[in-house]
């Protein structure tokens, strides 16, 4: 799958995966409104969503106009940022608390120190992965670079496509390799490329009983428990028929990752850091047509899930009142 020959396949990591091509369109093709209408991820290519980014934002520019504050950077012992919820390590739903050690933490770093560790950086290091919501914190130049983005083209998507309102635009620095694991978000996404190359693996939400999701509970809740880099195949059997999508997109590339579809994300090996801005925009008002849609009865699950974690107040207790309400009766 070596694209315009600006990578090759000994840049990505292989996993023994079934993966289709994800559709590449010029982003004024009317198909694109056909795929996204029913929720299949798409490419566009040739827009200028992100032009400003993707002319300008060095890691120089960035480093000088991104502000002095303190910005977000994830720490990690591997090229993983499994995303966790600090809030559900002791939440209502689960009283006792989760034994949880994350494998990353979070720190607040100015830029420049990011930036100078990345240059530093060698192997056996930990690694570092920026991502900082596009906000006020900003130097004035972000700013205006940020207003110059293709705003009525993803409007007029928000609009045509019944998204909900824009939740937040984050910027991405990853150092190359760095990889974030399968997940699904329930946020639509327009995930603009601004540098480097960043393959990407898509799942459908039908996918669900392949991935196995850690328990809403759990602070690694929507992420799969599944470690692609070493599956383990006995607890996690369904995951030998998981059929998914794969791209890689470059600079100038918008992905577009529908609400509730997995993805696992990882900047290409030896290519440097990437650069990355995505739009999340919150899920719309979905009516209940039948048969229902797939990410219709994930959000279903997961309501049942919180709901009796809710009313049951012990996870351990769950497991028994399905299985009674299933065996001989449902299945
Ligand atoms: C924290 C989110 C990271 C991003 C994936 C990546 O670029 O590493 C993603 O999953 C998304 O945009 O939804
Ligand atoms: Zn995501």
Known sequence: MCENN???????RNYDLDLQPIPRLHYKDPKVDELMKTNQPVLLSGSNIAKPAVDKWTLEYLEENLGKCGHTVYVSKTHKFKYFNREK???KANPKGVEFTSETKSVEMKVSDFMKKLKEWKQGDD???LQQSLNSSVGSAIVKDFMGFEWRY???KKIRHGWGELSANLLFIAMEGNCTPCHYDEQENLFA???GFKRCILFPPD?????????????HDRQSMVDFDEPDYI????????????TVVGPGDVLYIPIYWWHHIESLLADGPTVTVNFWYKGGPSCLEYPLKDDQKVSIMRNVEKMLLEVLQDP????????????????
């Open 316 to 331: 351990k207790e769950v497991g028994p009142l399905l299985r009674t309400i299933l065996l001989g009766r449902y299945v």
């Open 127 to 129: 690694r570092l992965y």
């Open 154 to 156: 993803v409007t007029e």
């Open 89 to 91: 390590i002791l939440s």
């Open 193 to 195: 490329q601004i540098k």
């Open 207 to 219: 996918q669900f009983e392949c991935l196995y999701p850690h328990p809403v509970y759990h602070p």
């Open 6 to 12: 600006k990578w090759d396949s000994s840049q990505i």
């Open 235 to 246: 607890k996690f059997p369904k995951f030998k028929n998981v059929k998914g999508f794969e």
